[in-house]
């Protein structure tokens, strides 16, 4: 019996974001995205409160998977760094905090949400095109044939990220095998077109960290009952693959909705193994030498196969298909049907090796631009979150191959770039104005909620009741124990900027974040011998922050120009 | 959907106090006397009796997040190396304490972690001058003397209980104890042991000065008076032992020797013995198993390699454990092979199987009809039907039944061992034709029988052939059981063998059946010890060295920043310019003194554990001295290496005992423990930066009032 029941009618709201319950829960997300932010950040526990797995993190990636927010407002904001993180991997943290702290201060201001939106666009691009100008005072330029910068810059990606639970000589190790997992899948022979290869992450839990390892090549996980039947390997220069996506199982292909009706005494199954053991037949008098599957091989496929001296591996799994049919050149195959001799691929080596107390087969391709990134970590939750980083780390690399700079990081960028942005709109508001019938008191009243936006992010790295200061030279941040002396000699007291580029040595006119300054024109230019000289360097990835920048602006700006909240209540 | 969210370190860190108040549950475990205790399930009345940290976290209903973590540790710890998870939970319980405290000093939270981290790797560091190299026991294993006898076991637990007392007492006490431990077991439902007052008697007396004596110098005096008491007090200190003897260089005119001046004597450990029982840690009677199965493992591997020479590898996969309960304790042994119990209703087929070579098949999954191999989909949607109705609905598991059988004849198997289930009707067809059927055996039994016989492992019947078969395995029936009571049939255990095969099994027994388990688990644990320590070709000094020394070289520390001000930053602060980096001098020293106060209260739990304390303060007392004496020393290494010396150094007068030299010294396995010391330290950490929980998936409605405040909705 059906029921008709009648439709309930649309919800609509109006200035959803004057509403009180949407100020409160965007302030609980801005807390919870903001406590999270740098290396000194807190972690969140994320569990379903029933038992299940717990998560404890305070990257933004695996945070906003798990938080299932209803309103539409906080869900336009999440999506836009979801989206964010999914393509660029770095800054999911930087943009939320970013786009929150521009809503709330632009709605202090209450100007109109035109002018806003207006005014926002144009500071953004003047933002960019800073950053993208060979000018600019917070980007350095990547020199490939030392591996500095991109040390610095995995190891500040590395120690952003407390749950990783890494010691100091751990992190080294870890900055290291990153930096050779990445170089390991560049071509040899690059032409103008570069085509990277691909880095596997292969989990070894509960390990010491420092037993990580990069290996060329790609490892793939057996039983020790498997690896007892696998023959010894004779010696050769080529191994003829052949690479299955199907499952050989040996099981019926879904049959959908209706029945299958066989009379007795027909085995289907037998029907499907003869089919399988042809196959096999067909692989032995093709001389494979390997055979990989992704799926389950039926067990007498793979004791003909082996009776044969072919090596079958199944299980292989939907993650290594990829790079497994890139690095064998072979095509996988989708059908129990004859084999095309196309399809076939080969390796240059095969081995097995054991790590931990895990048994690897160890495949070594040709042309190797695949490697396998052993990964230990102590505990479940600790892995976790250092597989996330380590992607997020070789993401960062491969983008900065792209564009070769990267942005001082510790939050020199972001107060660097707010002292620009004041200088600029006081210094020629012309120029930015144009003609958007805007006029300079609200292109102040903007830039200012912009730049301080800039510096509370900045300032969100501090999470044990320090004071941020800055400088009148170079609008660098620093930091320092709260309750100074008011009258103090600065230089004492501190010892290098947020990046670690300048040390105090120099009497730079320090002066509080948070209080009143008068604009500078911060030092444009970064010279190259003091980031050669500088040690240890904060940085971040260079397109992934220009990106959050702008994911975060332009989130900004629709939020602030929603007017009406529909929602279908059926 | 609405996510929660609660803060939960607003004044008290919510998450610390839950860790430490989990972790006070595993005190009694820590140190060779553990106490057992029952857990008791309200609601069906069942109980267990548990005596090792895995087990009580397995029957312990931790849903929260932290307690869930927790769990985590100690499994992944378990898991790797089956050893140091009672260390892992009592630190954890110590340093969620001291990092509370920390918080309570008004120290940032990002310093509590970087000083901590650092200041334990620092530790780590240091402890490696208290290793002691393992070399080459097995090529002494043939000649040397074995680990058996009762003096010697009891001996390890009390390394100088025969100097006053001569070896009639030793053994008296080892009865007595075997007595109390186990009555203690069955009977005493909570709390600690009972000591029964001849055991201890001479201690008694000392407690009594101790009590009384005020300082530590009036307490050295009031031993040097009474130097027979003096002596034994030291000796119940297992864990402690080496710590108490500097009044043992005291010369005939009572002036002390000055401690530091003593040269320390270089340490190797290249007998079996001497290693085993300095890691038994307690469990005499399981480590002896493992001793036997080790050397019939050696003996066994070198009969395999014939005249070249490998070097020995102990392979702990191919030790195999067989429980029977109700059986008493000298019945517990080691025997090369495969024992396993089987019903009495075979003892006619084994009969006529034994003494006669049989072919074997080995199976990888269950033997019935209806199992297939992992990843295959069975489809639903099939309807078999049939023309004629003299087909039976259970027709097809009697053809199939009967093809199995077909089978086995044709290739002259009369032995299936099948590592899943077997189905009741093969097994029953089969004993009809002589044929043994085994189910639910071990991957690791089925491996070496594969290895030995030259069978190969099939998923399924039909896929034996000529080259799946193994031959020449023995069956003999080894011991009947008596009547279980649980199973109420009459069980017999039989004994599979091959020629070379490389397996040991090891019969466990126990009169009560309660204790089954936790012998089970005495075993592997030091089987595992003994393993990690011959893998790693080093051990520890034991009973508490390292941690003592740990303590004294963070209170070291911990002056020193005091004193000179920073060395240098740790941890990530390292390379921050943050202002933490800056004040971390200011407060490293407090910092330090709570992580060391963590080892502190592990060793005086210890040493109370070890029942030579009647108070944790007083072994508080105890190891304060000491650590005055370490730090007087001017280094802490040499001086516990000193007091470590003397156990077996020529203090001894000669005239006490003649087998002084069998008294052993205790050892501690390296990575095992040192990894336990930074997973507790680890999570600990971590729950200390966790500020907020998110719980997905919480409706509004499902917290109630009372609970509801502290949470946001999102």
């Known amino acids: ?384 979150e250092l597989k996330l980083t380590c992607q997020t780390a070789l993401h960062a690399l491969q983008l900065t191959i792209k564009e070769p700079c990267v942005l001082l990081g510790g939050g020199c960028t972001e107060t660097h770039l707010a002292a620009y942005i004041r200088h600029k709109t006081s210094s020629e508001p012309e120029g930015i104005l144009r003609d958007d019938g805007c006029t300079q008191t609200e292109l102040q009243l903007i830039a200012e909620a912009f730049c301080s936006a800039l510096e509370s992010l900045a300032g969100s790295l501090e999470h044990d009741g320090g004071e941020i200061l800055t400088d009148g030279k170079y609008g660098h941040f620093w930091s320092v124990q709260a309750d100074s002396p008011s009258v103090v000699n600065w230089p004492d007291l501190l010892s290098r900027c947020g990046c670690g580029l300048y040390s105090s040595q120099e009497e730079l006119s320090w002066s509080f974040l948070r209080s009143a300054r008068l604009p500078f024109v911060p030092q444009t230019c970064l010279p190259c011998e003091a980031t050669d000289s500088a040690s240890n360097l904060t940085l971040d990835c260079f397109t992934a922050k220009l990106s959050g920048l702008q994911v975060a602006v332009e989130t900004a700006n629709l939020i602030l120009d929603l007017s009406y909240v529909i929602e279908d209540k059926n | 959907m609405v996510m929660a969210c609660r803060v939960i370190n607003k004044r008290r860190h919510m998450g610390l106090q839950q860790l430490s108040s989990f972790a006070e549950t595993g005190r009694t475990f820590l140190g060779p006397v553990k106490s057992s205790k029952f857990i008791i399930d309200e609601e069906c009345h069942e109980s267990v009796l548990i005596s090792s940290t895995v087990r009580l976290l397995e029957s312990l209903d931790l849903t929260s997040a932290v307690g869930q973590l927790l769990r985590e540790a100690v499994q992944a710890q378990n898991n790797t190396y089956r050893t140091g998870t009672s260390t892992l939970l009592f630190l954890v319980g110590a340093w969620s304490s001291a990092a509370e405290e920390c918080l309570h000093l008004g120290v940032p939270v990002s310093l509590i972690v970087s000083v901590m981290s650092e200041a334990l790797n620092s530790c780590i560091e240091e402890v490696v001058s208290l290793q002691v190299p393992v070399h080459n026991v097995s090529d002494r294993m043939v000649n040397t003397k074995t680990f058996s006898g009762p003096e010697t076991f009891s001996v390890g637990v009390y390394p100088f209980l025969q100097i006053p007392s001569g070896t009639g007492l030793i053994q008296k006490e080892r009865d007595l104890k075997d007595v109390a431990s186990q009555s203690l077991a069955i009977y005493s439902h909570s709390g600690r042991p009972v000591k029964s007052p001849q055991l201890f008697r001479s201690q008694d007396k000392v407690e009594a000065d101790e009590n009384t004596s005020q300082t530590p110098q009036t307490l050295k005096n009031s031993l040097l008076a009474d130097t027979r008491c003096r002596k034994s007090v030291l000796t119940h200190s297992r864990h402690f032992s080496r710590t108490g003897n500097n009044q043992w260089i005291s010369k005939p005119d009572g002036v002390l020797e000055q401690l530091s001046a003593a040269i320390p004597k270089t340490y190797r450990c290249d007998d079996l013995v001497e290693l085993e029982v300095g890691l038994s840690h307690g469990g005499h009677s399981s480590m002896k198993l493992v001793d036997k199965a080790v050397r019939l493992q050696y003996r066994n591997a070198g009969m395999q390699r014939g005249s070249c020479t490998m070097p020995f590898l102990f392979d702990i996969s191919r030790i195999f454990t067989c429980c029977l309960p109700g059986l008493p304790e000298t019945f517990s042994c080691v025997c090369p092979g495969y024992i396993t119990v089987v019903s009495i209703s075979n003892t006619a087929l084994i009969k006529e199987l034994q003494n006669q070579p049989i072919r074997v098949v080995l199976v990888e999954g269950d033997l019935t009809e209806n199992y297939r191999h992992l990843g295959f989909n069975k489809s639903a949607s099939i309807k078999t039907v049939s023309e004629s109705l003299k087909v039976q609905q259970d027709g097809s598991e009697e053809l199939w039944t009967d093809h199995v059988l077909q089978v086995l004849i044709k290739f002259n198997v009369n032995l299936v061992l099948a590592q899943g289930n077997v189905s009741e009707r093969l097994i029953e067809k089969c004993t009809d034709s002589k044929r043994l059927v085994i189910g639910s055996v071990n991957g690791n039994v089925m491996q070496a029988f594969a290895e030995a016989s030259g069978a190969v492992q099939v998923a399924y019947i039909t896929q034996v052939n000529e080259n799946c078969v193994g031959s020449g395995v023995c069956v003999t029936i080894w011991r009947s059981i008596p009547f279980d009571a649980a199973d109420r049939i009459n069980r017999m255990a039989i004994m599979l063998k091959t020629e070379g095969i490389n397996l040991v099994t090891v019969v466990l027994t126990s009169p009560v059946t309660a204790q089954m388990q936790t012998k089970e688990d005495t075993f592997w644990t030091c089987a595992y010890r003994l393993y990690h320590a011959l893998k790693e070709q080093k051990v520890f000094l034991g009973g508490g060295a390292v941690e003592f020394f740990c303590l004294s070289h963070l209170q070291i520390l911990a002056e020193q920043s005091v004193n000179k001000g920073n060395q240098g930053c740790s941890g990530w602060l390292h390379d921050t310019s943050s202002w933490l980096a800056s004040s971390v001098t200011q407060y490293r020293p407090t910092v330090l003194k709570c992580l060391a106060n963590g080892w502190h209260r592990y060793l005086s739990t210890l040493l109370y554990n070890t029942a030579s304390y009647s108070s944790e303060f007083e072994a508080g007392t105890f190891i304060q001295h000491h650590l005055q004496n370490a730090t007087d020393s001017g280094s802490p290494s040499s001086y516990v290496l000193n007091e470590y010396s003397k156990l077996n150094s020529g203090i001894l007068n000669s005239d006490i005992s003649d087998k002084l030299e069998q008294i052993p010294r205790v050892y501690d396995i390296v990575t095992p423990k040192i990894e336990a010391w930074r997973r507790a330290l680890d999570l600990v950490l971590l729950v200390l930066q966790t500020d907020s929980e998110i719980i997905t998936g919480l409706e509004q409605t499902q917290i109630n009032s009372q609970e509801s405040e502290g949470f946001l909705f999102l």
């Open chain 1, 1 to 384: 019996m059906s029921r008709l029941e009648a439709k309930k009618p649309s919800f609509c709201r109006s200035e959803p974001l004057t509403s009180e319950r949407v100020k409160a829960t965007l302030s609980v997300l801005k807390g919870i995205v903001t406590s999270c932010y740098g290396p000194a950040g807190r972690l969140k526990q994320l569990h379903n409160g029933l038992g299940g797995s717990v998560c404890t993190t305070s990257q933004s990636a695996a945070l906003l998977a798990n938080l299932p927010v209803t309103h539409p407002i906080l869900k336009i904001l999440t999506t836009s760094v979801q989206n964010h993180v999914s393509c660029f991997s770095d800054g999911g943290l930087f943009t939320a905090i970013l786009c929150c702290n521009l809503v709330e201060n632009v709605q202090r201001i209450g100007l109109t949400p035109t002018t806003v939106i207006k005014l926002n666009k144009q500071l953004l691009s003047l933002c960019t095109s800073y950053l993208k100008s060979e000018a600019c005072g917070c980007r350095i330029p990547v020199n490939f044939s030392s591996t500095h910068i991109l040390l610095c810059l995995v190891r500040s990606i590395l120690t952003s990220k407390p749950a990783c639970m890494l010691t100091t000589k751990e992190i080294d190790h870890i900055s290291t095998l990153i930096l050779r997992a990445f170089l390991l899948i560049i071509p040899e022979n690059a032409q103008d077109h570069i085509i990277l290869g691909k880095s596997i992450i292969v989990p070894l839990k509960h390990q010491r960290v420092i037993d990580s390892t990069v290996l060329p090549g790609i490892l793939i996980e057996i039983s020790e009952v498997q690896l007892m039947k696998i023959l010894p390997i004779k010696k050769s220069d080529s191994f003829k693959v052949a690479l299955f996506c199907v499952s050989l199982s040996g099981d019926l292909s879904d049959t959908g909705e209706g029945n299958v009706v066989v009379s007795y005494g027909v085995s289907l199954e037998n029907a499907v193994l003869d089919q399988l053991l042809n196959l096999g037949r067909q692989l032995v008098s093709d001389h494979v030498d390997l055979v990989l599957c992704q799926k389950v091989i039926h067990p007498s496929l793979k004791q003909f196969l082996r009776t044969h001296h072919v090596i079958a591996v199944d299980r292989v799994g939907v993650a290594v298909m990829e790079p497994l049919s890139k690095v064998t050149g072979t095509r996988p195959i989708g059908s129990l049907d004859s084999i095309s001799p196309s399809s076939y691929g080969s390796v240059k080596d095969l081995c097995t090796a054991k790590f931990g107390f895990k048994h690897f087969f160890h495949l070594i391709p040709n042309e190797a631009t695949v490697c396998s990134l052993l990964l230990c970590n102590r505990n479940d939750t600790a892995w976790d």
